[in-house]
C-alpha cells in the first residue's frame, strides 16, 4: 500500500551542525518543508537539504532572546505560512565545576537551554491548537538522569524542560498537540569534540556503560525526531525519550 505522508512545515534550531543540522535534512526528507533556525551561519545544512532535494528556508535566530525569535517566527510564518513541528535542539553545554560557575554562566545556560523554550513556545504553539495539531519536542539530556560532575547548570537546565514537556502536555493534549523530549547520552557532534569531553576521556568512559559499546552519532537521532513528528506518534505526549545506547535505564 501506498504510504500517505502529511507534508508539514518543520522549524529545527541549532541547524549549524550535529544532531539539529540531522533533524533538518531527516525532516526534509520526510517529505516536510524544514525552516532552519542558528545563531551562526546555517550555510552548510541549507545547502546540504536541497541538493537532497528538500525545501528549506534559513534564518539567523538567537533562541536565548524573545524579540530575535519574535522576528524568525513572523519570518518563517511569511515564507511557509506558520509551523506544525518546533524541534528545539539549539543548547550549549560548557563544562565547569558548580564552584567555578559564577551567575552569568548559570545565566547563559538557563537562557540558551530553558528560557529559549519559553520563547519559542510562546511564539510557535497558539497556531497549534488554533489548528488543532502540533508536535513540540525538545532537547534533554541523560545527565538529567545520571547525573553528571561539571554539568550542574547544565543538568539543570536540561531536567527543566523535562518538567515543562511533562506539564504542558497536559495542557495542550485535547488540541492535539504533542510536548515531548528527546534525551541523549555523549553523541559525537561538532560540539562534543571540541569541547573537554575528549580530554576527560569521556567517550570511552561512557561507551563502556552503555549496553551498545559504540558512541552515538545524529543519525542515532534522527528516526525519533521523525517518528514523533507523524500521526502515528499522536498518543504518545510529556515523554522523555532517551536515546543513548543503553547508558540509562529511564
Ligand atoms: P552543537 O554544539 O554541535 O551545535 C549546537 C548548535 O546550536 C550550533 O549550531 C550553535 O550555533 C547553535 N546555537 C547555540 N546557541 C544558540 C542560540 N542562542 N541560538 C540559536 N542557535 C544556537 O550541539 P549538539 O552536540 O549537536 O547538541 C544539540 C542539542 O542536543 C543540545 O541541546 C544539547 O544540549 C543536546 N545534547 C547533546 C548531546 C551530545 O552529546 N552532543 C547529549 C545530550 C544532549
Known amino acids: 500500500a501506498k ?6 512545515v518543520a522549524l529545527v534550531t541549532g541547524v549549524a551542525a550535529g544532531i539539529g543540522q540531522g533533524y533538518a535534512l531527516r525532516l526534509a526528507r520526510d517529505g516536510h518543508r524544514v525552516a532552519i533556525a542558528d545563531l551562526g551561519s546555517a550555510d552548510e545544512t541549507e545547502k546540504l537539504v536541497r541538493e537532497d ?3 528549506v528556508f534559513s534564518v539567523r535566530c538567537d533562541v536565548s532572546d524573545a524579540e530575535s525569535v519574535a522576528r524568525c517566527a513572523e519570518a518563517v510564518t511569511d515564507r511557509f505560512g506558520g509551523v506544525d513541528i518546533l524541534v528545539h535542539n539549539a543548547g550549549i553545554y560548557p563544562m565547569a565545576p558548580f564552584a567555578d560557575t559564577d551567575w552569568t554562566p548559570w545565566r547563559r545556560i538557563m537562557d540558551v537551554n530553558l528560557d529559549s523554550v519559553f520563547h519559542l513556545t510562546k511564539a510557535f504553539l497558539p497556531a497549534m491548537t488554533r489548528g ?3 508536535r513540540i519536542v525538545v532537547m534533554a539530556s541523560t545527565t538529567f538522569h545520571a547525573g553528571s560532575a561539571g554539568m550542574v ?6 531536567g527543566a524542560v523535562i518538567g515543562f514537556v511533562r506539564s504542558l502536555a497536559a495542557e495542550v493534549g485535547e488540541q492535539g498537540v504533542t510536548v515531548n523530549a528527546i534525551a541523549p547520552g555523549l553523541v559525537r557532534t561538532p560540539g562534543t569534540l571540541s569541547g573537554p569531553q575528549l580530554e576527560l576521556g569521556a567517550f570511552d568512559a561512557i561507551v563502556a556503560n552503555q549496553a551498545i559499546k559504540r558512541t552515538g552519532l545524529p543519525e542515532d537521532l534522527m528516526g525519533v525526531v521523525s517518528f ?3 500521526d502515528d506518534a499522536a498518543f504518545m505526549t510529556g515523554q522523555t525519550l532517551v536515546v543513548d545506547g543503553g547508558f540509562v535505564r529511564a
Open 53 to 55: 532535494g528538500g525545501e
Open 3 to 8: 504510504e500517505h505522508r502529511p507534508r508539514r
Open 153 to 158: 547548570a547544565y543538568t539543570a537546565s536540561k
Open 228 to 230: 514523533l513528528a507523524t
Open 132 to 134: 488543532s495539531w502540533g
